[in-house]
T-cell receptor, first 115, second 115 residues
């Protein structure tokens, strides 16, 4: 089954304790992206990757890191989490083509609470 | 850059009544438009999309939306709602012709269907 998976689905942690949220897709997609969802703000892009070893900042990258060492995986790293990073996080992936639409597939979400 | 405004943060509606969710966007380039739905404690599901052609787009679960280029709007409608339509709805756009698929979302509209 074609899908985007995220782990963990729920996480409660404390300020300053490094954590990683994993994202994996089995569709051979080049493009992967992380979003955070906050009440009243919708989803905002944190980082994205156009392919292996190619990553770039989205709209709200502060406090986050990413890596893309393999095509299927795109982990989100919080080196020193703070309470303002409490949010619902979504990973997404799609094919890349310059002149046509490619549907973006979303993972199930990771609910993170930073105390 | 693009921006999306959903004009209503919450819409209470009685079962079997019609509902309209309003979405306006701003962009200096042509865009594709989308509506996503998020049921309680679930991920995002694509309801419908406008890529080109007819400005009236039909989606899943009886929803439809109309693209109005002159008013830069993409309002979502359903003629008769069910209790199961209780969810949060997000309007989103992405730049037409961009190799990547960054989605810009509105703040969301919570629909509460009352019996």
């Amino acid at each position: 089954e074609a899908q985007v998976t995220q782990n963990p689905r729920y996480l409660i942690t404390v300020t300053g304790k490094k954590l990683t949220v994993t994202c994996s897709q089995n569709m051979n997609h080049e493009y992967m992206s992380w979003y955070r969802q906050d009440p009243g703000l919708g989803l905002r892009q944190i980082y994205y990757s156009m392919n292996v070893e190619v990553t770039d900042k989205g709209d709200v990258p502060e406090g986050y890191k990413v890596s893309r060492k393999e095509k299927r995986n795109f982990p989100l790293i919080l080196e020193s989490p703070s309470p303002n990073q409490t949010s619902l996080y979504f990973c997404a992936s799609s094919l890349v083509s310059a002149h046509s639409y490619n549907e973006q597939f979303f993972g199930p979400g990771t609910r993170l609470t930073v105390l | 850059a693009q921006s999306v405004t959903q004009l209503d943060s919450q819409v209470p509606v009685f079962e079997e009544a019609p509902v309209e969710l309003r979405c306006n966007y701003s962009s200096s380039v042509s865009v594709y438009l989308f509506w996503y739905v998020q049921y309680p404690n679930q991920g995002l599901q694509l309801l419908l999309k406008y890529l080109s052609g007819s400005t009236l787009v039909k989606g899943i679960n009886g929803f439809e939306a109309e693209f109005n280029k002159s008013q830069t709007s993409f309002h979502l409608r359903k003629p008769s709602v069910h209790i199961s339509d209780t969810a949060e709805y997000f309007c989103a756009v992405t730049r037409r012709g961009a190799a990547g698929n960054k989605l810009t979302f509105g703040g969301g509209t919570r629909v509460l269907v009352k019996p």
